[in-house]
């Protein structure tokens, strides 16, 4: 055990956590556009294209 007092170690919560960054949100924005046809078809085809290939390490 610690000999820290428990009331010590909230302390930490004290302070708010800072605002997100102004980039983190786009204001103005309602939804996202929707895609066409034939940009679904092209993801679907990346997709099943990403799922034949064999992984490879990150190392």
């Known amino acids: 055990m610690s000999s820290t007092p428990h009331h010590d170690v909230d302390q930490v919560l004290v302070y708010p956590e800072p ?7 786009r204001p103005g924005t309602a ?13 679907r085809e990346l997709l099943a294209l990403a799922l034949r290939k064999p992984r490879t390490s990150a190392a």
């Open 19 to 25: 605002p997100a960054h102004p980039n983190w949100r």
């Open 31 to 43: 939804k996202p556009r929707p895609i066409t046809p034939a940009q679904q078809e092209h993801n």
